[in-house]
């Protein structure tokens, strides 16, 4: 069945970097949309990153210039490069796949209500 399965969450100091992983499987094309989202608690979710299959990208400002999404289509997998960590970059990352969700055009990458696969999430934690 398809699913998405995180990975590269840990704890590091502030001004630390890490690099989270989403494998997509049970799929038989390269992903069109897809995202990462992270929810800390008490928090909603929100969006971080986004990518469609062209390799366009969108980011929230609070990443921007710190965060970097990547795609390796060959393997169907997704990746978030973080610098700079902040303690407010602490939370549950999950990464998403939605055929359709980044049709309403760059706003949409980041927007969690288009999104319907949805993967388990990974904790970063930043001290």
């Known amino acids: 069945h398809v699913q998405l399965v995180e990975s590269g969450g840990g704890s590091v100091q502030a001004g630390g970097s890490l690099r989270l992983s989403c494998a997509l499987s049970?799929?038989?094309?390269?992903?069109?949309?897809m995202g990462w989202f992270r929810q800390a608690p008490g928090k909603e979710r929100e969006g971080v990153a986004g990518i469609e299959s062209d390799g366009s990208t969108s980011y929230a400002d609070s990443v921007k210039g710190r965060f970097t999404i990547s795609k390796d289509n060959a393997k169907n997998t997704l990746f978030l490069q973080m610098t700079s960590l902040k303690p407010e970059d602490t939370a549950m990352y999950y990464c998403?796949?939605?055929?359709?969700?980044?049709?309403?055009?760059?706003?949409?990458?980041?927007?969690?209500?288009?999104?319907?696969?949805w993967g388990q999430g990974t904790q970063v934690t930043v001290s």
């Open positions: 049970g799929v038989s094309n390269s992903p069109y949309c």
């Open positions: 998403a796949e939605d055929r359709f969700a980044c049709l309403k055009g760059p706003n949409s990458r980041l927007d969690r209500n288009e999104y319907r696969l």
